[in-house]
C-alpha cells in the first residue's frame, strides 16, 4: 500500500472514530430519544427518511412495545451519595427498567444488581425489554463496597405509549434490485457492537451516494430484533426486490475478519464476501449460518430466506469485553474501521461489477497479438493480464460470471474485470443482460 | 452415565451374554435341526413365525440344497482313541461332510484336514456347502500330533431332501413401510459372527414389541446368503415396502463400531447410523459400500438396492480369531453387545422420529419470550436448548427433516427432537405428512 | 515387471530416440519445408495424409501467414569469421526471421540479440510469427565475447505466399465417433517440446494401425495455433464426432507425468488419464484445466469445449531447460519414451473397453459358485479376483461404466474389465449399447 492510501486511510480511520465518540455518550435503547438523536445526527452525513410505528402496532409475531426514556437514575447512601450514578454511564441502568424511587435494604437491592464477577472493574450491559423489571449494572469492585444499610434507589425513567423509530437510507440505482446494509442502533454506550457497524454504514452510504449505480441500495439504521421485524412486516414488496445484503456488526475492533454465511450459504453475496476477504485478510474466517446473531437471523428467517449474510470482525461474545463497559472508544480501532470500510466498498465493487459476458470469437482463441493484447515476441510465459485475458475469453459462455472466472482462475476479481473490460472495448465480448433476471 | 444406568447396562449385557451361552453348543448350519432348536429358543423371547422351503425350491439364481443333519464324527486311533472328536467342538467336523465311515492311512486323510498353522492352538471354521466333500478341521498342534498309521474315520451325518428353515418375528406399526433387521444363524458354536447379532436382534424386538411403531419392523433370523437368496425370492412385494434396513453381525466383540454403508450410501438408514455413531462413539468408522461381507450382499444386489447397511463392531476378516474356536464365549463381550443393543435403539428412536415439520410462524422469528421459551434479561449468550430451537424454527420450511436440522447444527438427534416436540406443543411448528411418501 | 517386459520397453524407448534423433536436426516452423520433411518422414511409419493451406486463407479470426524458409543465417567478425552460425545450430536465428544482408556496429545488432544470462551457455528458443523482426539468439557468453566492431549480418531467408502444411493419419474403427490425438510439429530442433509428442504420437498410432477398433481414430501432426486454428475452421462436422482427446507435449524427459484436465474437467478422457496414471505413477499430477499451454486452447475454447486435455511429463516453463538449446536428445530418455507410449496405449486401451453392463441376474448374487467363478470351501477372505467380479456384478445396472465401477471399487480398469468379460462369457452380463449416444 502506497503511503498516499495509507494517509488516506488513517484520515478516514480518524473521521470514523471521530464519528463514533460523538455518537457514543448517547443512551440509546430500542425506542425512545436515544435513536431519535442518533438518526438525527446519521442524517447530518446521508439523505435520511425515519420511520416511527406506534407502540401496539402488530408486526408478524410480535408487538411494538412501549416506548422507553430515561432521565436519571442512582443509588445513593443514607448519606446522599451516589455511588452507582447513570449520569456517569448509562450501562449503571438495566436498559428498559420501568420507573422507581424507593428506600430499601442491601438484601432488598442486591436481586436487582447485576456484575461479571471475572472482570469486577466492567460494567455489564442488561436489558429487560419484554418483562417489567428495573435494576442497576455496576462493577464487581462496586458491589463489594455496598455496606449493609439502606439506600435511595431511583430510576427516573418512563415506560409509556409512543413510537418505534429507524431511519432508511435509499439510494437509488439502474435497477430496481436492492442491496440491503443494516445495523442496529439499540445499544447504549458501546463502541465495537453497535457503533463500528453503523458509522461504516454511514460512511459506506457517503461513499455511494452520487455514484452511478447499477443496484439501489437500502441502508437500515434499526432497533435490534423488534426493529427488523417491523421493518419485515412493513416491507414485503421491497424485501422481493432484495438481491444481496449484509448485516454490519462489531467491525471496529483489532480481531480479524469473519463472514458469517446467509442461510442459502452459495449466494452470491456469500461467495463474493468470501472472495474479496481471501485477498484482503488473509486470516479472515467464513462462518456457516447459524440462527443465533444479530438481524440476519430475521433477514434469514425461512419465510423471507434473503440473501444476508454478516460481516464482523471479532465474533460477539468471543471478547471478554463484548456487552460491557469496556467495549468503549479504545477498543474501537480507527485502522480496523477505515479497513472494514474498504472491504464493504470492495464488496459492493464485486456486486456491481459482477456480470457475465459472452466471448464473441469463441471459436478457438482470437488473435490478440493483432489487436496489441498479446506479447509479440514468442517463447516466454504469459504475464497475469494476458492470463487474465484468456480466463475471461475462455470461460465467458454466458453461464460463468466474472467472479466465477475470478474464482476458477485463483484471479483476484479486478483483474478479471480489468480484462473483460479490455476485450469489451475491443469487440471480443459482449455483456449477457442479465437486469431483470 | 449415571449408575443406576450403568448397572442396568450391565445387567442387560450379562442377560444377552447368558442367551449366547444357551445358543452357543448348537451345532447350526444353513438347513437342519441346528436352525430349528436355536429359533425355537429365540421364538421363547419375541413372538415368532418359522417357514421351511423344501430341497429342491428354485429361489432366484439359486436352489434351495438337501437339508444337513449330524449326530457324531470323528478320527480314531488304531487303539480306539478320538484323537479328533466332534462331542468335543462341533467345529472339528467340515460343515455340510457328507457321511463317510472308513479306515484310511494318515496319507489319505490328510487332505481333508484343516488346520491354521499361524494359531496352532485354534480350529478353523470350513464349510462345503455346494461341493460335496467331507472333512474335519483341527487344531495345527493335534494335526502335528499324529503319527503314520491307520485311523477309523467318521462322519455320522445325513445330507437329504428335507427343508430350508428360517424365522420372521413381525412388529406392526402405523405405516405399512418397514425397517428390516436381519442377521444369520447358519455358524456353529461361533460367538460373535453370529450369536452376538441373533441376540441383539431377539432382544431388541422385545424393547420395540408391544411399543406403539410409526414403522411396521420385520426381524429375520436366516441362513446366510441361500437364505437371504430364499426369502427375497418369496417376498418381493414385502421388498417394496422396506425403507430401511440393518444387518447385525459381529457386534459382541470389545472393538470399536463400524458401519458399513449401503449401496445406495446416502440412504436414510445410512445418516442416522453415522449420526448416532458419532454422538455415541467417537472411534466409530464409517466405510464404503463393497459387495462382499453379509446379507447386505443380497439385499443391495442391484435388482433390489435395498436401502441396507451392515453394523459391525470389528469386521469380519480383520480379527484373528473370526471364524476359528477363539470367537467364543469370552471373545464375546458382555458390556459390549449392551452397548451395540443400545445403538440398535437409538437408531430406531431416529428413524421413528425424523420427521419434516414446518414453522407455523415463518417470517421472522417468533416471539419466544412472550411463550416462555426465550430467556428474559438480554444480553448473554445462549444456551443449548434455545439453540436447538432456534434451528429447529429456522430449518423447518417442509424441506429439512430432523435429522438434516441435527446435521446441520451440529446437535445431537435427540435435542433437536425436544425442541421440535416443545415448538410443536406452543403451536409453532406442524408436522409435514410423509406417510405415504 | 518382468525381464521381457522390461527388454521390449528398452527396445521400444531406443527405437523412439532413433526417431527423434532424425527428426531433431531439421529447421520446423509453424510454415515452410521443415514442417514438409517432418511429416514425410512421419509418413514412413503411418499412413498419412498431407493438407496444405494458402497464405492468406481466413481460418476462424486468423490468417494464414506467410510461408517461411531459411537457407543460411549468421553473424561474421570483419575477419570473416562466423560468431554466431546457422549452421551449427538453427535456434541461432529468430523463427521467422525476415531476410537481412548488412553490415552494422555491435549497438545496432544489440537489440535483435537474445540470450538467456541466468543459463549462459544455453542458446534461448523465440520467434517472431506475426510481426515482421530478425534476430538471433545466441548464448550469454557468445554475446560478451562480441567486441565493438562492425559485423555482417545475414538471414537467408525468405517470407513470402505459400503454404500452411499439415498431416493427418486416421485409423477407421467401428464407431465412426473419434478419438483425437493431437501435437504440434512447429519447433525447431527442440526434443521434449516437440519431436517427444510427435514421435509417441508416430508410434502409438503404428500399434492401433490394423487393429480392430472400437472408435476411429486421428492423429493431427501440426503447427501449433494456426496450425490448430485451421483444422478446427475446416472440420466443425468432424469436430462434433470427437468423444475423446489427448494433446501429447514434453512426453521424454526423465520427470513425473502431469495431466491437464479439459476445460470439462470430468470429461472421461480426464477420468481415464487420471485412473490410468494412479495405477502407473504413483507421484503423477493432475492440473486442472487452464487457458494458456498448447493446443487444448484452441480445442478447448469455449465455442468447440472438446473434450480434449493435455499429458505431460514435465510442466513446460517449470524446467530451465524449456525453450532452449538444452532441449536437446539428452534431454530425452528413451525409458521415459517408452512409459509414455505404454501409458497413452493404456489410456487407449480404456477408452476402448469402457462400456456399461446389465447384469442378468440381478436379484440377489447369482450363484457363482455353480459356474466356477467361487471358492468352494467357505470361510475364507476372497481374493482380488472374485471381487472383481462381484464389484461389477453389483454395480452392472446399466447406469455404471466399467470405470465407474473401476473408481468405486478401488481395482484397476483391467481386472475390472477381466471381471466383466469372464462374466459375459458365462451369460451373467450383457453389454448395454452405446454405440450412437
Redesign the interface.
Known sequence: MGINKQQKRADTGAELHLFARKLFPICRSITGNGIRETVSLIGERIPLKIFELPTGTQV???TVPKEWNIRDAYIKTPEGKRVVDFQKCNLHVLNYSVPIHAKMPLSELKPHLFTIPENPDWI????????E?WGFCLTHNQMLGLKEEEYEVCVDSSLENGQLTYAECFLPGKSTEEVLISCHVCHPSLANDNLSGLSVATFLAQLLSGRELRYSYRFLFIPG?IG??AW??KNRETCKRIRHGLVLTCIGDRGFFHYKKS?QEIAEVDRVVEHVLKHTDPSATIL?F???GYDE??Y??????LPVGCLMRSVW?TFPEY?TSADNLEFLDPNSLAESLVVCASVIEVLEKNQRYI?L???????L??RGLYP???????ELE??AR??T?????GHHSLLDIAE??GLPFDRVHAAADLLLRNGLLAPVDTSNS
Chains 1, 2, 3 share one sequence.
Do not use: M
Open positions: 408478524l409475531d410480535w455489564p450491559y442488561r436489558t429487560s425489554y419484554y418483562k423489571n430484533t427488523t421485524i419485515l412486516a442461510r456457516p447459524s440462527p443465533y437471523r430475521q434469514c428467517s425461512p419465510g423471507f430466506n461474545g456487552h466471448n470469437a469463441p471459436f478457438g482463441e482470437p488473435q497479438g493483432r509479440l515476441t514468442g517463447g516466454t510465459a504469459p494476458l492470463n484468456l480466463w475469453l475462455n470461460l465467458s459462455d476458477r482462475s
